[in-house]
């Protein structure tokens, strides 16, 4: 990756942003810093300046520990920290100043988490890296609509996310879909700003690696209709907002979603071509979806963290979904090793091994996070649909 | 509006993202605070805790001199300030921490001008004020589309947002079209996060004060294709990787854009069903494109800053722009009475009255800022394909 910076993003914010006018003055005289610089060994340099501050420290992905590293101020009052070479990826960080959690100033790329806001940035060592997956090639490149669905089962209207691959529009083929589902206070971008789903299907699909398909990623909330700052109130996400009883309503409606997608796009119908997957309380949900919608899903994939059925109304559901003839081709369960509820993934999978039902089982290093989630969609987009 | 305050975003940060863990640590033993509040009377709170900061401002655009207020700490080291009753609309502010420009943390309403994310909220005192038409309502909504098209004229894909109006898909009605070009440094993302194109659109439509209508917001930047994050480089944008140039590329390759949307979409064709409009860079691409296409566009709005034409070959151009039978409907001028280029708005208007061109001016308060981009937009919907 080349990271180019342009470094007159200060004098670019007060021409732009007649607010910015008094803080421009105190920061005219300044000279801009660059921050993360990607070094030609691939270890990674943070700047930050602020001659007041007593302490700067970093918090970032790159450190497994999960611990906040020093910066060291130097005479410029500029603090700097330099990493271990680092592999592909995309990392996630912040500033710790004096205590409080800061986006660093100089890099303008965010990504919003719920209600949090973190610094990123991607970088790749080699082709077909996780890094290179991340980012944006050369190549065809698919539509991403925002747009929104009539859900009658919930009286309302909902915004919902759809990726359609290159050459969609100007195609004949009908395309099998994923239905991607996101964790408790998400909504409809989630999987697109965190997930990379845009990047990581044109490069699957680019390398011949996963099959051309449509991948819905609608707004798994069932009293939220909407991302922020598209739904009615400027309400403030947490991950409270989605009580653990939504995957009802989620289930119960997701008829709507399915019917939507069927009659607005050039669908592949039938169980080979419809898969369910998604992240947390979408992992759930497509557990659960997919439970009472027997022989509907071909493939099915639960990201960190799902449930066996609880009640044996659950348990005969379950039981029908793994009948010949409707039981899926691949039910898939991805978990970190240090996943606080990979015991509930665990669960899942014993249970599903102990009454014979074909599961497949995934792990990776590290715990509840979006670097994993990425992984797992890059994993079972290439599973799907062959 | 009702702006809901969920007090739980810093347990979500740590469930979350891992790499929070140290931060959620250090912060667990303090309350959140609810910033900005809106109050009964529109007058709004700010709040920001930070026991350690020395000084706290805020810097809003609430305040019309684009000075600082001081903010005051309590006990509790929570700082604050209430402003005025303020009036229906969409408001940016920062706080400036010990010199240092920051976000407010328990506001995740942030929005991207360029390089530099500033704070936002709107206010809606009645309907139909300013504020009103940014918010989403219970109505019907258009699809946001981001697209990539074939330039051959540049020899790149490049990317494009498109909005359609509610019912576009179920419908069968061919559609007027405005191409909205962004300023320097912007992005086919600015109009949409920064310019409430959307809301507005639904809000106009839905009121029926404007006609149902495609927007076109292609990146008007050529030598980049997409905005940070789609780029194939993580780019950090200026307002100078807008060469004054640029008009130029833009204007030839324009045909490209109008090529792609007239051969993809469900779109009346001829002058009466098209406009162009830009602010900034966007007008004077917006005056140019207008006047080497003579009689294709209907429609021409120029926001805050266009130039008369400035060769013999530019006034011929402008002349048959003007001429019987292509003379656009109407050729509109926005500008801020503030606005450090409303000399070059004056030039233009100037030269056109001089040599009898139809030209209508619209004046309003403040400057070059998204702020009046909005307003110039509202109005300019208004007023076309009737």
Redesign the interface.
Known sequence: ?????????L???A?????????QQ??KFQAPVTSPEINPDHSVTFRYR?P?AVTVQL???MFSD???VEMTEGPDGVWTFTSAPLEGELY???F????????D??????N???????NY??LSVEKDDKGWYY????I??G??????YDSPTLGT?R?ISVYTP?GY?SGKDKLPVLYLLH?S?GDEDAWVDLGRT?QIMDNLIAEGKAKPMIVVMPNGVYFNN?A??????????????SRSDSTKEIEESFKDVISFVES?YRVAKGYRNRAIAGLSMGGRQSCAISRSHPGTFGYVGMFSGVVPPATPEEEAALAEQMSDGKAPLLYWIGCGKDDGVKKNSMILKNYCEAKGYPVEYYESD????WRNWRIYLTVFASKIFK
Chains 1, 2 share one sequence.
Request: glycine share 8%; net charge positive.
């Open positions: 990756m080349n990271m180019i910076h342009k470094l007159l993003s004098a670019a914010l021409l732009t942003l007649s607010v910015a006018a008094e803080a105190a920061l602020n007041k918090l970032g992905d999960g611990k906040p996630l960080y912040s710790i100043v004096d205590g409080m959690r800061t986006a100033p100089s890099n303008m790329y965010l919003r988490d719920i209600a949090t806001w973190t940035f991607t980012e944006t090639h050369d065809p490149h539509t991403l609509s925002k747009r929104w209207t915004r290159a529009e964790g206070g845009c909407a922020p700052g598209y739904a009615v109130n400027m309400f403030q996400p947490t991950i409270l907002n607005n590290g715990g509840h996070i």
